[in-house]
């Protein structure tokens, strides 16, 4: 298959960044990105590592056991002395061919997982994975700083004024069916830049946007993106990247989740040469190891 060079990204967004120019600087320059966090400015100048706490027992690699609070906080602990910046809590899996818990279920274990890791660490960041307006707003008032919303607010559209309320950040994914009509990253491009404005026009300062990388998407396209993930720079917006141990990963090497954490960290690299600010993963230490290589060859 034919896939179009960067340039042609380039100049097919140039013509649509004249509405929307406030949101771009030159191609040529490079803003530092932050975001802000318990009313303190978190750098992204070096790439920050967002570690996994699933408690769902539907996940797809691994879950937390928040039945076990001992094993819960070890868990917990071990993520943070690893390097964690910020803990992801999420209870509803969004694995492929999921069927979501109901929303009671999702806060019952959500809400104990918040309870103690704020009782322990009151200032380690916090995000809360969720698409649910409901959720998200109960978790905000038990110490969440981040709103994860793998639907792009198409679950609810509360969620963008539930970010803009309470001045925190939230995590844009694109989980859209890739067409044949266009690119993949044209399309993605397209989601992002639209719903990016219609944020900073409610009032979202922070956006992180995430191209949801095995989403609606098939292996090659997620493989488009991660080849051309440089051009997301042009919407001067904070990158995350979550391909930890997923099936981009495991299945074109007939492996399991268990055994394509090489194949995490090789991925892991190339969304950091590709401009990652944050990568979503399993294997703190792993991905830490990644960052100060990369950070070496930036000097």
């Given at each position: 298959?034919?896939?179009?060079?960067?340039?042609t990204f380039f100049l097919y967004f140039l013509t649509k960044t004249l509405v929307f120019s406030q949101y771009f600087c030159n191609f040529a320059g490079q803003m530092e990105m932050s975001?802000?966090?318990?009313?303190?400015?978190?750098?992204?100048?070096?790439?920050?590592?967002?570690?996994?706490?699933?408690?769902?027992?539907?996940?797809?690699?691994?879950?937390?056991?928040?039945?076990?609070?001992?094993?819960?906080?070890?868990?917990?602990?071990?993520?943070?002395?690893?390097?964690?910046?910020?803990?992801?809590?999420?209870?509803?899996?969004?694995?492929?061919?999921?069927?979501?818990?109901?929303?009671?279920?999702?806060?019952?274990?959500?809400?104990?997982?918040?309870?103690?890791?704020?009782?322990?660490?009151?200032?380690?960041?916090?995000?809360?994975?969720?698409?649910?307006?409901?959720?998200?707003?109960?978790?905000?008032?038990?110490?969440?700083?981040?709103?994860?919303?793998?639907?792009?607010?198409?679950?609810?559209?509360?969620?963008?004024?539930?970010?803009?309320?309470?001045?925190?950040?939230?995590?844009?994914?694109?989980?859209?069916?890739?067409?044949?009509?266009?690119?993949?990253?044209?399309?993605?491009?397209?989601?992002?830049?639209?719903?990016?404005?219609?944020?900073?026009?409610?009032?979202?300062?922070?956006?992180?946007?995430?191209?949801?990388?095995?989403?609606?998407?098939?292996?090659?396209?997620?493989?488009?993106?991660?080849?051309?993930?440089?051009?997301?720079?042009?919407?001067?917006?904070?990158?995350?990247?979550?391909?930890?141990?997923?099936?981009?990963?495991?299945?074109?090497?007939?492996?399991?989740?268990?055994?394509?954490?090489?194949?995490?960290?090789?991925?892991?690299?190339?969304?950091?040469?590709?401009?990652?600010?944050i990568l979503r993963v399993h294997d703190v230490q792993a991905a830490q190891q990644a960052i100060q290589i990369f950070q070496l060859t930036k000097r």
């Amino acid at each position: 298959m034919h896939f179009p060079k960067k340039d042609t990204f380039f100049l097919y967004f140039l013509t649509k960044t004249l509405v929307f120019s406030q949101y771009f600087c030159n191609f040529a320059g490079q803003m530092e990105m932050s975001i802000r966090i318990h009313n303190q400015l978190m750098s992204l100048s070096r790439p920050r590592v967002m570690a996994i706490v699933n408690l769902s027992p539907d996940s797809f690699y691994t879950s937390c056991d928040i039945a076990n609070e001992q094993h819960f906080l070890s868990q917990v602990e071990n993520a943070l002395n690893e390097g964690a910046d910020i803990l992801d809590l999420g209870a509803c899996s969004t694995r492929p061919h999921s069927q979501p818990i109901d929303a009671t279920t999702e806060w019952q274990l959500l809400c104990k997982g918040l309870s103690i890791v704020r009782h322990h660490w009151p200032n380690v960041p916090l995000s809360v994975d969720t698409f649910r307006f409901d959720i998200a707003q109960q978790a905000i008032s038990y110490g969440a700083d981040m709103i994860n919303d793998v639907s792009g607010a198409q679950a609810d559209p509360r969620m963008w004024n539930l970010a803009a309320q309470h001045h925190i950040p939230y995590v844009l994914t694109h989980a859209q069916t890739i067409g044949a009509e266009q690119p993949t990253m044209v399309q993605v491009l397209d989601f992002l830049q639209n719903r990016l404005h219609q944020l900073h026009v409610q009032g979202v300062a922070d956006v992180i946007i995430d191209p949801g990388f095995g989403f609606g998407k098939t292996i090659e396209q997620n493989y488009d993106i991660l080849r051309q993930l440089d051009v997301l720079q042009t919407l001067q917006a904070a990158i995350l990247v979550g391909v930890s141990r997923k099936s981009m990963l495991y299945k074109p090497l007939g492996k399991t989740p268990e055994e394509v954490l090489p194949a995490t960290v090789a991925a892991h690299m190339l969304a950091l040469q590709g401009g990652a600010h944050i990568l979503r993963v399993h294997d703190v230490q792993a991905a830490q190891q990644a960052i100060q290589i990369f950070q070496l060859t930036k000097r």
